[in-house]
């Protein structure tokens, strides 16, 4: 018999990851009230508390996801594809646009008077123009529903596998307002969506739901729940919503700890996850690479801060001293274009290579909550490699002077987010050995800014992975809208004779 829980103890022991425990704490036990839910996150034994409210957030969005999918069965391709062009007449719609544009403009104020990023949150009439193309780029795509993907024909019987909706897809995203066009993809494959998305960017979501998205649903005749926005800017309705098994995959965009815990607690709940938690591209120079390439990668890789921007550059011992300082001076042109300075970090042992000027300069670097002066180059120990700069306006990296491709490898898949990474190198067999070393979904011999699904593949991305939390099975790190299915089997009979 199971009873409910109304009222937690502080000191309580509560078992976690089998054989750990952890313990309540007295300001956890003050404010559980009863219908509250609680979690324990079974990799760090963290006890989550879910209000009542958030609960109830999370469960409603999800209960209209889950009507809209059944109904979307009924519900034609050609109809989801005039969903996706009515969506992009609406934010190509000027006074549409206002309204959205005036409801970012509101996050953003909010936003740096908390000293928080703003980086990601602008709604400009960049994402403006890359929404439409990819609203658009879903409505031209094939429709998949119900694609034979292969047969087995036996006398007299048949059996087919057919592409089928998944179900519902969750995201959990911090401030960029385009995601919405992107999670709206999962449409295409008959799949429905619950989004929730960070306190600077509410406004901003409820203004594309309520101006753009919602009214392209109902022209379209599709379920407005087909596509719904959690109402609460709570991380415990985060919790919550991925915690609901009824969810047939869970995306978390965003990076760090957050991210981690919230596929924590979607794979304690059985359910598949896309992980885009901490990113950073990284780049290794080897013993041949070549100068006029190296340095074009590095300055094009350093255009603006996203996931797949360099993060983390490894140049061979040998070359050093030629590569560095045609680094430095990649890097100092990438501040240059934002009319900025630039931040290096260099790892310990490997400060011998840098220029007495950069040793000893300062540099006023851009952050969330104003310009510090700081020093253009400080000391990185190691085992920090792997931390990703989540610089605003002055790019900011990490540089390690290696003896070889084998130690730039090891270094990467010790270290890294196992992500993105390039090899700079004239030597065939040494890309060979790269790629099948390297423990990265991402590889290249070039910019690392190639990773993204709109611009690599031509389709509108719902998430990036990393695999800091494993290979993906049987999908690539670029999740986008049509890969979400899954496969059904189906028999056709034709000689009544046929028996076991």
């Not at 937690?8 to 007295?26: D, E, H, M, Y």
């Not at 409820?206 to 379209?220: F, G, M, R, S």
């Not at 815990?261 to 990284?282: C, D, E, M, N, R």
């Not at 990393?466 to 099975?473: A, K, Y």
């Amino acid at each position: 018999m199971s009873l409910a829980l109304e009222r937690l103890i502080a000191g309580t022991p509560i078992p976690f990851a089998g054989n750990r425990v952890t313990v309540v704490s007295p300001e956890l036990a003050l404010r559980f009230q009863p219908g509250d839910h609680l979690l324990v996150e079974q990799v760090s034994g963290e006890l989550l508390l879910i209000p009542v409210a958030d609960q109830k957030a999370a469960a409603l969005a999800i209960e209209r996801a889950e009507a809209a999918f059944t109904a979307l069965s009924a519900v034609s391709d050609q109809a989801i594809s005039e969903f996706f062009d009515l969506f992009a007449q609406r934010l190509e719609d000027q006074d549409c646009w206002d309204l959205i544009e005036a409801a970012n403009l509101a996050d953003i104020e909010w936003a740096k008077t908390r000293g928080r990023s703003t980086t990601r949150l602008l709604a400009d009439e960049r994402m403006r123009r890359d929404m439409i193309a990819g609203l658009r780029a879903w409505r031209d795509a094939p429709a998949t529903r119900g694609k034979v993907i292969s047969c087995v024909e036996h006398e007299g019987w048949k059996v087919e596998q057919v592409v089928s909706p998944l179900g519902i897809v969750a995201f959990v995203f911090e401030g960029r307002p385009n995601v919405f066009a992107d999670a709206a993809g999962v449409l295409r494959t008959g799949n429905t969506a619950v989004l929730r998305i960070g306190s600077d960017a509410l406004g901003t979501a409820q203004a594309i739901v309520t101006h753009a998205l919602n009214p392209a649903l109902e022209a379209a005749g599709l379920p407005v729940g087909a596509v719904s926005l959690v109402e609460s800017v709570n991380h415990a309705a985060g919790w919550a919503m991925f915690a609901d098994r009824r969810l047939s995959l869970a995306v978390a965009r965003g990076s760090g700890r957050a991210v981690s815990q919230l596929g924590s607690i979607a794979q304690q709940a059985g359910t598949a996850v896309s992980l885009h938690g901490t990113g950073g591209a990284w780049l290794i120079a080897d013993q041949d690479a070549d100068a006029t390439r190296f340095a074009a990668v590095v300055r094009n890789s350093l255009d603006r801060k996203v996931c797949n921007t360099l993060n983390v550059c490894l140049i061979h011992r040998d070359r050093a001293a030629e590569l560095v300082p045609l680094f430095l001076h990649a890097l100092k042109e990438a501040g240059a274009a934002r009319d900025e300075g630039c931040k290096l970090h260099i790892v310990e042992g490997s400060e011998s290579c840098l220029p007495y000027d950069w040793r000893h300069a300062t540099v006023d670097v851009c952050r969330a909550e104003g310009y510090q002066t700081e020093a253009m180059a400080e000391p990185l120990p190691e085992d920090q490699l792997g931390r990703e700069w989540e610089w605003e306006e002055t790019p900011e990296v990490s540089l390690k002077i290696v003896d070889d491709l084998d130690s730039a490898i090891a270094l990467f898949n010790r270290y890294s987010p196992q992500f993105t990474v390039s090899l700079i190198s004239e030597t065939p067999e040494a890309h060979e050995r790269f790629y099948n070393a390297v423990n990265a979904p991402f590889v290249g011999n070039g910019i690392t800014r190639w990773v993204d699904g709109q611009y690599a593949l031509n389709k509108p991305e719902l998430g990036l992975s990393n695999w800091e939390s494993g290979r993906l099975f049987a999908r690539s790190a670029i999740l986008s809208g049509d890969g979400v299915f899954t496969v059904r089997s189906r028999m056709t009979q034709s000689d009544l004779s046929v028996k076991r």
